[in-house]
């Protein structure tokens, strides 16, 4: 988070880089815990909301609104091609390592982009990726 661009409509922050978040301007603000089985947080940090306790009403499917405005168009192209880069494809359910993969373009925007689901996990134990991916349907891992 060294080159701040600015306020931005929706901030992710994980809830251990919440302090750094806090210096970005942004009209909504969500934390994640990254817990196992979508646990909320145990304590939300003030003027966040959590991610976890706001989606965990929402399925697995996601219809996407309508295209995005001429300054959306850019962040579009932009997940569309990283979706196709990580060979990402419509129906996929994806199991990213956000530690491998930080970038909410590459576990968040591609997949959605390409009409994948997701399965994030945090520092995933290589050992149990086999189980991981079978345990929760996964046709696509990302390296």
């Not at 302090?19 to 947080?41: C, S, V």
């Amino acid at each position: 988070m060294a080159d701040r661009p600015g306020p931005v409509e929706v901030l992710f922050a994980a809830a251990d880089r919440v302090a750094e978040a806090d210096a970005w301007p942004a009209g909504e603000r969500y934390a994640l815990a990254l817990a196992p089985f979508a646990a909320p947080l145990r304590q939300v940090p003030d003027g966040f909301a959590d991610y976890a306790v706001e989606v965990r009403g929402q399925g697995d499917h996601f219809s996407a609104y309508p295209t995005g405005g001429p300054q959306d168009a850019e962040l579009l192209a932009r997940a569309a091609a990283r979706a196709t880069e990580l060979g990402i494809a419509a129906g996929d359910r994806v199991l990213i390592d956000a530690a491998t993969h930080p970038d909410p373009v590459d576990w968040l925007l591609a997949p959605l982009t390409a009409g994948a689901t997701v399965v994030l996990c945090a520092n995933l134990d290589p050992t149990r990726v086999d189980s991981r991916a079978t345990s929760e349907k996964v046709t696509r891992i990302l390296p």
